[in-house]
């Protein structure tokens, strides 16, 4: 991040400037930035990629920023400040691009900044920051740098809920197993709040988007991480007996790998989704050459090694032999994976979309949007349950941790009587060594859900006495998911560190 001043950059473009021990050529470093015409004024800041060129689309967002009302020098000064530090932040942090952040990018960036333990921001100086980044999405996407609909600010009311639950534990919003259920039968599958068939239900592929629904809420994926799921990674055609470890690669926030527990319930209904809606949707779009239309940019598929979970093919766009692991794969080239099965293409990806490729974040949002219209049009049946109208995907991710976090909670604590024992018989090394294990849950759900900072996980301690005993016990089919992947985090990961 550099300040802006005309005058010697103007004086710099005849002659070679010392940086350092080096001498650098501005022309070529502004790769056609033409300073004398950029509309900046004197003060501003702009940004430097690592190979020391300007960033265009700040350069040109802090220029139009007079046009379009903000006159005060001081704060387009501002605005460019907070700006370049969330650009830093997302770089810094996960060796993530701008364009590539999402909701839960900028929910963490306020989170961090509100629970620094030096400094912290206060609530009108994130909202200050906060319109800043707003406005530069909204800029990015008047640009055509975004398609509308993407990005952190896609949905409606996101820098509304950003506004409101930057931090603290309003940050967690999540949903009751009855009310999981209920959405994903009313709001996705089409049924009435009664349990019968909505006649008039036009959903396109329920299976498919409660099948995603599902992946999200029973284990914490984030929505690119579950969208680019490919079909190397969930293997089903062995029969599962329980949850599978999955290693989330590139396509995790910030490409820090780390695993998740599939459960077992779920993956029966991966397979039935494969079987059905997947089936159709690939097929279609086979005999419509919607697929065939991706030819040119694909990667042909010709090896899949199952047991190293590995690909071999070609790179049509790039002109040469493609392999690699499958968890070093990019989404990028996980969407552009095809493999040969006679005379169709079958995608790499495990969730397509119409058009026979990966699904789009814009695809989910919708599948939420539209199911959050149902809702609300049945909140006067008698059947209905009361929830909010505005379920995101990432609702889905702090149901799974809340719910994780207690049945863990509930299995360490409730049902063991160690630490009656151990106040009985005054044992003050074993009532710490037991307060080290009732952190284990925390720990657990951290390292699934992959929080870097242990305090984000903390959040959800909050709310844990919201959550009523009896949902949990219950025989409900959802409750049981959870059950059983805190019984097999139990065995796998015991109290006292060993696995």
Known sequence: MVRFDRGLLQRGLSKP???????????????????????LDDGLVFLVEDDGRPNLDFFRWVSTMASRGKHSLEGRRGYAYDVAGWIDFLHDAYGADY??????????YGRELRTASQDPVSGDTWNRKLAAIHDFYRWLVRDGRLEPGDGPFGQPDAH?????????????RYLLLPQLRYFLQVGIRGHRPDGTIDTAFRGGYPGRDACMANVLATTGMRRNEMRSLTTVEVDLDTPARQGRRLLLGAPAKGGRQGHVILPRRTQEELRAYVEGDRDVIVAVANSTGSV???????????????????VKGWDRLANRAFAKPVAAMSVGERGRAYRRDGRSWEPLALFVGEGGGMVSVGL???????ANRRIWSWRSDAG?????????????????GMHLMWT??????????????????HDEPGIRAYGQAVMWPVQVVQELMRHRSLKTTWLYLYHLGELDHSVIS????????????GRQVGRSEAPDGTR
Request: with cysteine; aromatic share 6%; glycine share 4%.
């Open 17 to 39: 400037v010392r940086v350092g021990d080096c001498y650098v050529d501005l022309p070529d470093v502004l790769g056609g930035f033409d300073p004398a015409t950029c509309s």
């Open 99 to 108: 364009l590539d952040a999402e909701f839960d990018d900028v929910d963490e």
């Open 160 to 172: 509304r809920d950003l506004r409101s639950r930057a931090v603290g534990a309003r940050a967690v």
């Open 292 to 310: 065939a239309r991706q030819e040119p940019t694909m990667i042909v598929v010709e090896e899949v090694d199952q047991r190293r979970q590995a």
């Open 364 to 370: 989910v949002n919708r599948v939420f949007e539209t």
């Open 384 to 400: 209905a349950i009361e929830m909010s109208p505005k379920v995101t995907p990432h609702w889905m991710r702090h149901t799974f």
């Open 408 to 425: 863990l909670m509930h299995d360490l604590i409730e049902r063991d009587d160690r630490l009656a024992r151990l106040l009985r018989d």
């Open 474 to 485: 219950s025989v409900d089919d959802l409750a049981e998911v959870f059950l059983a992947i």
